[in-house]
């Protein structure tokens, strides 16, 4: 069976396929603190009924990497792949910079290009919220990076002295007549602005209508106070994505 890990900012993903369908999983936070023992202890209570035979590790926190590629290896008795784009992504990289490339977001590209028409357009809510864009050619371009929703609320929180902190939910209204939901009409409904606003400049350069595709853990939250609905809402096109890769590399190894 294929693991596969999406370390982020915020949590660890961690997905399980056999084959193509994802049988388990699970979300650990991105603890830089836990040692390279307590990995294997998490890893070991979470798969000890099944036989691990590849890993493919998408990662945006350098500090555990080497720590999450030990576990795996003294747990599963098996080497990782570290995505990256120096490795086959499976969708030819369109930017200057490749060193920039975040691994999620080629995950994201991956996936979208394997599962979507081009063009397609990914918003991926995490940490950030980024846009992950494949052009009508197939070939990733780039996208957006702003503020996450969950990174708004705590930055309001954080820098002011009268902002409560609040937890994530729906916005009952555009007009807030009190604290609370002034804060959540700014971030829920100003996020959905943002990415109607976006999506219209995005489409515009690349000259037609591409498919909208949601994933992360705040798509549902968002969706309602779009103008445009998204044309998908994956949560685990990430993880389908890095299943992807790992197929193709193993192709390019034998």
């Known amino acids: 069976m294929l693991l596969t890990a999406d370390i982020g900012n915020t949590s660890i993903t961690l997905g399980l396929f056999d084959e193509s ?38 990662s945006v926190v350098e500090e555990l990497n080497n720590k999450f590629e030990a576990a795996v290896k003294n747990v599963f008795k098996i080497t990782p792949i570290f995505l990256s784009a120096k490795i086959n992504t499976g969708v030819k ?31 991926d809510f995490g940490t950030a919220t980024t846009f992950d864009i494949v052009n ?4 990733f371009i780039g996208g957006v990076i702003a503020p996450g929703i969950n990174l708004q609320l705590k930055t309001l ?11 994530i939910a729906n916005s009952p209204s555009a007009i807030g007549n009190n604290t609370v939901d002034a804060i959540l009409s700014g971030v829920i409904r100003g996020c959905a602005c943002m990415i109607d606003g976006l999506i219209e400049q995005c489409e515009q350069e690349l000259g ?14 968002i969706a309602e106070y779009l103008k445009r609905p998204f044309d998908f809402i994956n949560p ?18 034998a």
């Open 208 to 221: 037609e209508k591409a498919v909208i595709v949601a994933t992360g853990g705040y798509a549902n939250y």
């Open 93 to 123: 990289i369109k930017m200057p910079n490749l060193n920039e490339v975040g691994a999620d977001r080629i995950a994201n590209a991956a996936g979208a290009y394997v599962l979507y028409k081009h063009p397609v357009i990914v918003v």
């Open 136 to 139: 009508p050619n197939g070939e």
């Open 21 to 58: 369908a994802l049988v388990e999983e699970f979300r650990l936070a991105s603890d830089k603190d836990l040692s390279l023992e307590e990995y294997e202890v998490l890893l070991k209570s979470l798969f000890n009924k099944f036989v691990i035979d590849g890993c493919i590790i998408s």
């Open 157 to 167: 929180n954080k820098f002011t002295s009268k902002l409560p902190r609040i937890e």
């Open 236 to 253: 685990t096109l990430t993880l389908e994505g890095l299943r992807h890769l790992y197929n193709i590399n193993q192709l390019v190894k």
